[in-house]
């Protein structure tokens, strides 16, 4: 039978195997594939405690809101092409890469460059999206231009029907992860005129830098071309609402 001390020795060990369990898990992340580094190596980006900067000489730009257990780093790709076509990209640096922890970060930037940028856009992938509609929708909505979803969409109980905000959604044909009748779902929250995007060929995790994604469907295309044809999207729907 077992004593008082034993049942709390028994308990400890509960409690310790669940918080190591959290630990490890929150500090897993999928990481950037090989030669990354050459994207974040160039001139025109800075490294900052809390965000990575692709600095571009136009006045437009684009903070970015990584996927759920994604470094931030392994968006630097896409960063790159969407500062070469005049956007400056700011990726957003999560505690534990998980953007429910953080979901104002978005403030840092507008604190250090909103002076600077005439026109600003928030932008998510995965459940960075859904982090960064929720923060726009109880924050600072007035402040951008427009939101843009990779592999995402918005929470239920956020709801931009009536705003003056525009909206872009791009996805991956192959991608298994999304769940599509929520995509389908969130045109009725998203402002009228809202564009809806399906990238064939692409997937998940094609978004980014790192490797296959659990649950996710194959690519049958190039990550290259998943970044090129996302930067295309991008580039056209600010061109397009300037």
Known sequence: MLNKRNIFIILILIIGLILGGGYYYLNQSYQPLEGNDEYLNKMNVSEYKKYYQFKSEDNIGIIFYPGGKVDATAYAPLA?????????????????????????????????YEQSIDNLYIMGHSLG?????????????????GIIFLASYPPEKVDFSNKKLKALSINGEKDQVIDRNKVEASKNILPSGAEFNIIKG????????????????KR?????????????LISDFIQKNK
């Not at 534990?96 to 978005?106: G, H, M, Q, T, Y």
């Not at 999206?129 to 231009?145: D, I, P, Q, T």
């Not at 049958?220 to 295309?232: C, D, F, G, H, V």
């Open 129 to 145: 999206g859904a982090m960064a509609a929720s923060y726009l929708h109880e924050n600072n909505v007035g402040k951008f231009k």
């Open 202 to 217: 692409g997937n998940h995790a094609g978004f980014g830098n790192y490797g296959p994604q659990k649950g996710d469907g």
């Open 220 to 232: 049958t295309i190039s990550r290259e071309e998943q970044w090129k044809i996302t930067a295309n």
């Open 80 to 112: 790159d092409m969407l500062s070469q076509k005049g956007f400056t990209t700011y990726i957003v640096k999560m505690p534990f890469n998980l953007a429910i922890f953080d979901k104002d970060r978005a403030e840092i930037i507008l604190d250090e």
